[in-house]
């Protein structure tokens, strides 16, 4: 049984015991855990807080803007901003970093976030998150420029997601295992509830959008079509299928249970490498998953390991049990 201890005493016995969690990082993760607080508020009243909907604007992919995308995307600025613990901050739902203001000081660490994704889900109550991933600045650099945040997933000093779900649960990690806490809405405050979060090496769950077999490469057809046969096929077991459309909701699954998420390249737009964003939903995601035992590549090579050149840049993702991701890569590969 996990000992019921709050986010705040479990970071402060984890500074204590490892001393791996500077202060100033355990402000900005409990900074963090209070903005989702505040966004779960919001995402909880639905129709009866006037925040559903379309905002009638697109954000720098070109997507429409849900109310809540714009709302989470506020609450996680206005939370950080002055605490001293960010040097900038950048955000799906804005096409340049945001440099933490002069009247406030600067500290050491960036902050991404995907504010709220699965915003396709709002409307129709379905569960939705915030995912957030935190570097440290370079360090000598003078100011601070979207240059410094072009590093590869390893540089993470501490990732996560908050899912709005039938509970709130806040998924972190600092580079020593995965943590899972669940908000108790009568204390207000995220309890510890699983201390040692681990994926399955194998599985018989995969998630994929099915719609878009058509345009994928025959690698990618070749793994789905042999999960089809199931049984009967060269893979002698059968497969179950789950497709959420809003990643965290999936990933939480795959942490929870195992499976296998992929959402690749395909030939609608070649020079697209996937649909999502390498580093504020895949890196984040991935360092959670190779922390629980899993593997996460872009079909080709571990995602960590890629130098991003631009901010919003995409990316195709094969994430989740780690045999599963090697059998997809490997088939890519051959
Ligand atoms: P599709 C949500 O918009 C998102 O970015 C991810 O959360 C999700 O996995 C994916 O897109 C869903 O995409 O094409 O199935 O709607």
């Keep these: 049984m996990t000992r019921r201890i709050s986010l705040t005493q479990y970071l402060i016995e984890q500074q204590r015991q490892h001393g791996h969690i500077p202060q100033e990082l355990r402000l900005l993760i409990e900074v963090v855990a209070r903005a989702c607080k505040r966004i779960a508020i919001s995402v909880n009243k639905g129709a009866l807080g006037e925040v559903l909907g379309t905002a009638g604007s697109e954000n720098v992919q070109g997507e429409v803007q849900k109310k809540l995308d714009i709302i989470a995307n506020e609450v996680l600025i206005e939370a950080n901003e002055w605490g001293g613990h960010l040097a900038a901050m950048a955000s799906e739902e804005m096409e340049g970093i945001y440099v933490v203001p002069n009247r406030f000081p600067q500290g050491e660490y960036l902050l991404m976030f995907d504010p709220l994704d699965g915003s396709s889900n709002i409307d129709v109550n379905v569960s939705i998150g915030t995912i957030f991933s935190v570097l440290k600045k370079p360090e000598g650099s003078a100011g601070v420029s979207e240059a ?52 399955p090496e194998d599985t018989k769950e995969f998630a994929i959008n099915m719609s878009n077999m058509r345009h994928w490469d025959a690698p990618m057809k070749r793994y789905i079509d042999e999960c089809l046969e199931g049984s009967t096929g060269v893979r002698g077991k059968d497969f179950n299928m789950r497709w959420i459309a809003s990643m965290v909701a999936d ?50 090579q571990r995602i960590m390991e890629m130098q991003p050149t631009q901010l919003h840049e995409r990316v195709a993702v094969v994430l989740g049990s780690k045999n599963e991701v090697e059998r997809v890569t490997a088939y890519h590969l051959g």
């Design 148 to 199: 410094d945040f072009l590093q590869p997933g390893t540089q993470q000093a501490a990732a996560g997601y908050c899912v709005y779900g039938p509970q709130t649960t806040l998924v972190l990690t600092v580079g020593d295992g995965v943590v899972m806490f669940t908000l108790d809405r009568e204390q207000g405050s995220f309890v510890l509830t699983e201390d040692e979060v681990k994926i």
């Design 251 to 300: 990933v939480h699954r795959i942490l929870t249970r195992g499976g296998v998420f992929m959402y690749p390249w395909d030939k609608r737009e070649p020079n697209k490498a996937g649909k999502l964003r390498l580093m504020y939903e895949a890196n984040p995601m991935a360092f959670l998953v190779e922390q629980a035992g899993g593997a996460a590549t872009n079909a080709r």
